[in-house]
């Protein structure tokens, strides 16, 4: 899924979401064909998809969604057109 909605968060909502997510990502270096890959990744996903992450030649596996995220996807997806959480990622 993505979007663009410029403001769409608002002060209420975006200062917060950010620090959520700033805090509660654990970020890895993950290693390709010709080593660490330039880049930091962090992939999670809803239940019950196990999808992978595949770049440059690296495999990240997935994490699930912390609580955090149902809280953001709650206020994001509905912005989207998507109000049920069974229509969510």
């Known amino acids: 899924f993505a979007g663009y909605l410029p403001r769409a968060?608002?002060?209420?909502?975006?200062?917060?979401?950010?620090?959520?997510?700033?805090?509660?990502?654990?970020w890895?270096?993950?290693s390709g064909r010709w080593g660490p890959l330039p880049l930091r990744t962090a992939w999670m996903t809803g239940a019950p998809c196990?999808?992978?992450?595949r770049y440059g030649g690296a495999e990240?596996?997935?994490e699930p969604f912390p609580a955090w995220m149902q809280e953001i996807?709650?206020?994001?997806?509905?912005?989207?057109g998507l109000?049920?959480?069974s229509q969510w990622p």
Not at 9 to 26: D, I, K, S, V, Y
Request: charge should be positive.
């Open 9 to 26: 968060l608002g002060e209420q909502h975006a200062p917060r979401f950010f620090e959520l997510a700033r805090r509660g990502t654990t």
């Open 28 to 30: 890895l270096q993950p």
């Open 50 to 53: 196990m999808c992978k992450y």
């Open 60 to 62: 990240v596996s997935p």
């Open 73 to 80: 996807l709650g206020v994001c997806m509905p912005l989207c």
């Open 83 to 85: 109000p049920r959480p």
